[in-house]
């Protein structure tokens, strides 16, 4: 039988009374941890910054990797960043489903990309469905954006500030608005 994290990432349904939900739990107490420790920092040192994300995503982060606290994380571990990756302050990153940065990716402030979702049967409620993030390469994700679960932005794709996006956005174009719709081509 597959494990609770592998059938999180597959997008199969999670009852907060599955056996296997106190695993699940634990990672998400170890980022909350480490989480705060980043957003305690009293030094604006770029080394230990990484250093604390690579704890929190539990895999060794490239040098060229730029992020600017305060950072929200649900689970940590199942974030993949490439390189020359930058992330502005204030993103929450909900990854239970999985969230990839591809090279060059700009996130701007107060980001939200939420994999994880629950079902609309009020009976299931407590439940949690993750579906995976993509985020192509050069890629920019304006100010206060929102990005939801099962979403693929293409490669040199712009999502404008304040956008919803619920769909997939093409390579090379601009989508905005609530939701987000393309509005021009790179």
């Not at 490669?155 to 404008?160: F, G, L, Q, T």
Request: proline residues 9%; negative net charge.
């Amino acid at each position: 039988m597959p494990s609770i994290f592998e059938r999180d990432r597959a997008g199969e349904t999670i009852h907060p009374d599955d056996p296997g939900y106190p695993a699940l739990a634990a990672v998400i107490a170890k980022a909350t941890r480490k989480t705060a420790e980043l957003n305690t920092l009293v030094s604006d040192d770029p080394a230990r910054v990484r250093e604390i994300f690579s704890e929190i995503t539990a895999k060794e982060i490239d040098p060229s990797f730029y992020l600017i606290p305060p950072f929200y994380t649900d689970f940590g571990e199942n974030i993949r960043i490439g390189k020359n990756v930058f992330v502005n302050h204030a993103c929450t990153f909900m990854d239970r489903g999985g969230i990839t940065l591809e090279d060059n990716v700009l996130i701007g402030p107060k980001v939200n990309l939420i994999t994880t979702n629950h079902p609309l049967n009020p009976a299931e409620r407590r439940a949690t469905i993750s579906h995976p993030i993509h985020i192509g390469r050069n890629a920019w994700i304006g100010a206060a954006a929102t990005v939801l679960p099962g979403v693929t932005i293409g490669e040199n794709a712009i999502v404008a500030a304040g956008a919803v996006v619920t769909a997939d956005v093409p390579p090379n174009t601009v989508v905005a608005g609530v939701p987000a719709k393309v509005i021009r081509s790179v």
